[in-house]
């Protein structure tokens, strides 16, 4: 009997560089080894000089990251990927650019976690959403979520902009008590606002990691799931 090979995953990271080193350790651990032979081969560009999608979704002023990333998809490719995730929520607002410059199947993250909310987690009317201002200003879940008749619950914008405090702290490599305590109270803010679950959409949160006082799906953690089984032949990309 002839062993199916292995596909190889391109990840397209660096967006922040710790939160795609977080992704990498999430598939490792999610990896069922014996050996060193058992782990998923990962060609990762993890490249902090993507443009900021801050300066480009938020602020408005800032260089398009959409050809930078295409860049990094071709070269993924290239060098031998077999599918390609991009390590980011915010990010895939560029998700397009990658997908029409690259010949092999990209990972889309917010259609994975949407699908996975639906059929996973059908009794939770509100879903409370952790993630950077940028991906309410796209709409990437908000759209998904709208489709299948699930209701995203977003921060007070008081509470959005304490969010993206910590998200920039985090980047910085602060994860002290006080931007713990402050994603707490994001959290209750959520609570408060009807959220029976919350999703962390933004790798730097999932980086941060902690226990929350409301019960939390991660998409990192289903992204490196999905690497898993699609690199392990048990799915198809």
Known sequence: MTETKERIVGILGGMGPEATVDLMQ?????TPALDDADHIRCIVDNNP??????????????????????????????WGADFLVIACNTAHYYYD??????????INLI?????????DFPDHGK?????????????????RFGKLGIEDVWPDPDHQA??????????KGNSGATVRDDYQKVCDN???????????????????????????????????LEIVRVAKNRKQP
Do not use: W
């Open 111 to 119: 259609d994975l976690v949407a699908d996975h909310v639906n059929n």
């Open 49 to 78: 000089k993507v443009p900021s999608r801050i300066k480009a979704i938020i602020e408005g002023d800032g260089e398009d990251p959409g050809p930078c990333m295409a860049d990094m998809g071709r070269r993924l490719e290239s």
């Open 26 to 30: 999430r598939i490792i651990r999610l």
């Open 190 to 224: 959520l609570i408060q606002k009807g959220a029976t679950l919350v999703l962390i959409a933004c790798t730097e949160l999932s980086a941060l990691g902690g226990t929350l006082p409301i019960k939390a799906i991660d998409a990192a953690e289903i992204l490196a």
């Open 127 to 143: 879903i409370g959403i952790l993630a950077s201002p940028a991906v309410a200003m796209t709409g990437l879940y908000a759209k």
């Open 97 to 106: 650019a990658v997908r029409h410059a690259v010949n092999i199947p990209v």
């Open 162 to 171: 304490r969010l993206l405090s910590v998200i920039k702290e985090i980047k």
